[in-house]
C-alpha cells in the first residue's frame, strides 16, 4: 500500500514538473521567432508568482521587476498565476496588446476572480457581450458625469466629510477616502444615501466582497473567499429588490429620460441615477443589469479612494503644488458667490489639478498590469508570443520608466504643462487602453477635483510617520494615511 501511494505520488511530482515545462518544448511557430529570454522558476504551477507578487512600494518597480528586466530586456518569459507568461514592460508592445483586445489578445483574469465578480462582469466577459456591456458603461458615464445633481452631490459629500474634521487633529485618511466615493457612488449607481439602512446592509457586503476579492481563492464556508461569494449572491438580491420598488413606482422614462409617466410622482423628484437609466435599456438582460450595478460599484469605490489618498500623500511633500493648487481653487470660488455650488464650466477650468491628478496616477500606479491572453501566434518585433499564454503589460514600469519620463521618481505635476493627450497614450496608461479602457475616468477625475477644491482652501495637513503606497499588487497605505491635519478658513 505505502509502496502504491509513494507511486502516485511520485507520478504526481513528476506530472507536475513536465506539465510546468512543456509549453517550452512544444512551441509550433519557431519560424515566427524565439521566445523572449526569462525563466519558468522552479515550483511547478506557481513558477515565479510568489516573487512576483511581493510587495513593494507602488512609486517604485518592485526587486522582482527590476532583476528580471535588468537580466533579461523589457520583455521576458515567466510561469505566473498557473501559467506560462510573457511580462511586457515595454511601452510599445503594453500599446499593440491594449490596442489588439479581441484580434490578438483577450482579457484573461485568474478563474478564481470571474468566482468572485460574477460570470458576466464586464471585468471578465468578452467578444460581443463586452461590447454590449460598454456601450451601455460609455452612455450612462456620458450622460451623468457632468449632470447638476451628480455633481452637487459629489461636493455636498465633500463639506459633510471635511465638516466633520473641522474640530480633529488627526484623521485616518484611506477612511474618510472611502466613505466619500463609496457614498457618492452608492448615490450616483442606486440613488441611496448614506442613512438609508440598504446602504449600510450593502456598504457591510460589499466590504465583505473586497476583502475576498483579494485573498486566497480558497472555497471553504468561512474562508474570505467563500464569504466574498455570499456576499456578491447578497449585493445581488438586495440590487434586485432596489429593481423591484423601482418597478413597482412605476417610474418610466421615455428614451430622453426626460417624461415621467406615472402621474402621482412629482418629476422633479425623478431619480437620476445609473440604475433609473439601465431600467430602460432593453440591451440588457436582467442580471446583466443587476452584474452591471456591481461592476460600476466596485469600479468606483476603492480606486478613486486610492486615487485621493496619493494626490494627499504626494502634496503634503510638495510644498510648491499645494500652492499653485490653492490659488487656481481660490480664482474659482471668486467668480462665484459664497455657497454657490461648482459645475462642469468650474472643473474644465481646474488645469493645474488635473496635473496634479495624472502626476498621482503616474508616480502611485493604482493599477500595476492588467490580465490578458494571447489569441494566436503572434511575433512582435523579433519574439514570438505563443498562442493560449498569459500576457502581462506592466502600466507602471513605463510610467517609472527614466528613458520615458525625465526624474520619474519625483513628484512634479508640472511634466504634465507641456503634454499633448497625442503624446501620452503609449507612456501614460492609469486607465488601461484600447477597447478596455476603463469607463469611469473622467467621473473619478471631477470626485477628486471637487474634493480637492475645498480641501486646500480649507486645510493644510501633514503626513504622521512615513506612511507610503505599498502594491500587494493592489495599492494600500500600510497605515491607512494618517494625516495630522489643520484647519483654516480663508
Ligand atoms: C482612479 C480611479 C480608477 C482607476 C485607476 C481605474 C483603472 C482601470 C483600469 C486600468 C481598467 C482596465 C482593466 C483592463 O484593461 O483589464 C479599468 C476598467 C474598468 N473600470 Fe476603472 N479605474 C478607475 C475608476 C473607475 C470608476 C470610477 C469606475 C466606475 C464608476 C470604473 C469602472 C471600470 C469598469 C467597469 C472597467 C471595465 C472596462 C472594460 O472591461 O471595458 N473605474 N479601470
Known amino acids: 500500500m505505502g509502496v502504491f501511494l509513494m507511486v502516485i505520488f511520485v507520478g504526481f511530482v ?36 510568489l516573487a512576483f507578487l511581493n510587495p513593494h512600494p507602488s512609486t517604485n518597480i518592485g526587486s522582482f521587476l527590476q532583476e528580471h528586466c535588468s537580466r533579461y530586456g523589457k520583455v521576458f518569459k515567466s510561469h505566473l498565476f498557473f501559467s506560462p507568461t510573457i511580462v511586457s514592460c515595454d511601452q510599445e508592445l503594453n500599446y499593440f496588446i491594449l490596442q489588439n483586445e479581441d484580434k490578438l489578445f483577450e482579457c484573461s483574469y485568474p478563474k478564481p476572480i470571474h468566482g468572485v465578480l460574477g460570470k458576466i462582469s464586464m471585468l471578465v466577459v468578452v467578444g460581443d457581450t463586452h461590447k454590449r456591456l460598454r456601450n451601455v458603461a460609455l452612455s450612462l458615464v456620458s450622460t451623468i458625469k457632468s449632470k447638476h445633481e451628480f455633481l452637487t452631490y459629489i461636493e455636498k459629500t465633500t463639506l459633510q466629510i471635511l465638516d466633520s474634521w473641522k474640530d480633529k487633529k488627526q484623521v485616518i485618511f484611506c477612511q474618510e477616502a472611502r466613505k466619500f466615493t463609496f457614498n457618492v457612488i452608492v448615490k ?81 423628484k425623478k431619480e437620476s441615477d445609473f440604475l433609473e437609466i439601465l431600467l430602460g435599456v432593453d440591451t440588457l438582460s436582467e442580471d446583466e443589469k443587476v452584474s452591471f450595478v456591481l461592476d460600476a460599484l466596485l469600479g468606483g469605490y476603492e480606486t478613486t479612494s486610492i486615487l485621493m489618498a496619493m494626490v494627499v ?8 503644488a499645494f500652492e499653485q493648487l490653492k490659488v487656481e481653487h481660490a480664482s474659482i470660488r471668486s467668480k462665484k458667490n459664497k455657497d454657490e455650488s461648482l459645475n462642469w464650466e468650474d472643473y474644465k477650468m481646474m488645469a493645474f489639478t488635473q496635473n496634479v491628478i495624472n502626476e498621482a496616477l503616474r508616480y502611485g500606479n493604482i493599477v500595476k498590469f492588467v490580465h490578458r491572453k494571447a489569441l494566436k501566434d503572434i511575433k512582435f518585433k523579433d519574439y514570438l508570443i505563443p498562442a493560449g499564454w498569459k500576457v502581462l503589460p506592466i502600466l507602471s514600469t513605463v510610467h517609472l520608466d527614466p528613458s520615458i519620463h525625465s526624474s520619474p521618481l519625483e513628484f512634479h505635476p508640472w511634466r504634465w504643462e507641456t503634454q499633448r493627450q497625442d503624446q501620452t497614450s503609449k507612456k501614460f496608461t492609469p486607465f488601461g487602453g484600447g477597447s478596455r479602457c476603463c469607463p469611469g475616468s473622467e467621473l473619478a477625475r471631477v470626485e477628486v477635483a471637487f474634493f480637492l477644491h475645498h480641501l486646500v482652501q480649507n486645510f493644510r495637513w501633514s503626513v504622521e510617520g512615513d506612511d507610503q503606497p505599498i502594491a500587494y499588487p493592489y495599492v494600500e497605505f500600510e497605515r491607512g494615511l494618517v494625516l495630522n491635519v489643520e484647519h483654516f478658513a480663508l
Open 14 to 49: 513528476l506530472g507536475l514538473i513536465l506539465n510546468h515545462f512543456l509549453p517550452l518544448l512544444f512551441l509550433k511557430n519557431k519560424k515566427l521567432g524565439a521566445l523572449p529570454r526569462g525563466s519558468f522558476g522552479y515550483l511547478p504551477l506557481l513558477g515565479e508568482t
Open 188 to 268: 450616483q449607481v442606486l440613488g441611496l444615501t448614506p442613512e438609508e439602512p440598504q446602504t449600510v446592509r450593502i456598504l457591510e457586503d460589499f466590504l465583505t466582497f473586497m476583502r475576498g476579492l483579494i485573498s486566497f481563492p480558497l472555497y471553504i464556508p468561512g474562508t474570505p473567499y467563500a464569504n466574498a461569494v455570499k456576499a456578491r449572491i447578497r449585493i445581488s438580491s438586495s440590487v434586485k429588490q432596489i429593481i423591484k420598488e423601482r418597478r413597482r413606482n412605476n417610474i418610466i422614462f421615455n428614451n430622453n429620460y426626460n417624461i415621467c409617466e406615472n402621474k402621482n410622482i412629482n418629476p422633479q
Open 313 to 320: 500623500h504626494f502634496l503634503a511633500k510638495s510644498p510648491t
